[in-house]
């Protein structure tokens, strides 16, 4: 909600801030209008970026808190995602002994958009900087992954209790369109 209002702000302060000659002739009630229009969007946004310097840094101060252990590392030079691309990855997550979902045991890997809230919050700020050919272990915190809500039980998945812990061994295997195609490895033949 505060980051929704911080965006609204400043895009209002930029709306405001307008160099060009008005189309119409200005009056002195249209000028004072437009003035205090400008300025209270401007100290608004000024106020909360001071008030709030957190919200800027929410992010890499999230992502600093899931433990990553790297259990394979991809060749140098492998792609990256970028946020929006599509990413096929293999995990399997856990809380405590129990498997939440294992993608390891499947044919297909898990095709997901990276950055666009398809997984827990944990694996989202992970993945971005991940290469082809990583495979880590996130630990990820209860408040980036279900929450003290948990999840519920649903068909084929267990129930996540209150304030669990996850563990999500995730591996990249390939990055749509960014991958070198199979002709350019082999050859023209």
């Not at 909360?48 to 060749?75: C, H, N, S, Y």
Request: charged content about 20%; hydrophobic content about 40%.
């Amino acid at each position: 909600m505060l980051r929704a209002l911080l965006l609204l702000l400043t895009l209002t302060s930029t709306i405001s801030f307008n160099l060009s000659p008005p189309s119409r002739p200005t009056t002195s009630l249209s000028s004072r209008r437009t003035f205090l229009s400008t300025s209270t969007s401007f100290l608004s946004t000024a106020a909360l970026t001071t008030l709030f310097p957190q919200i800027g840094l929410a992010a890499a101060d999230d992502a600093d808190r899931v433990k990553v252990e790297k259990m394979k590392t991809a060749k140098s030079g492998a792609p990256t995602p970028s946020i929006g691309e599509l990413a096929a990855i293999r995990f399997k997550a856990s809380s405590g002994p129990t498997i939440i979902d294992d993608i390891y045991s499947t044919p297909e890997p898990f095709y997901t958009r990276v950055g666009s809230g398809g997984l827990i919050r944990g694996v989202e700020l992970i993945l971005p900087k991940m290469s082809v050919g990583d495979r880590w272990v996130l630990t990820i915190p209860s408040d980036l992954a279900f929450g003290e809500k948990g999840r519920p039980a649903s068909a084929g998945k267990p129930r996540i209790g209150s304030g669990a812990e996850i563990v999500f061994d995730v591996e990249m295997v390939g990055l749509p369109g960014k991958e070198e195609e199979l002709i350019d490895i082999i050859g023209d033949v």
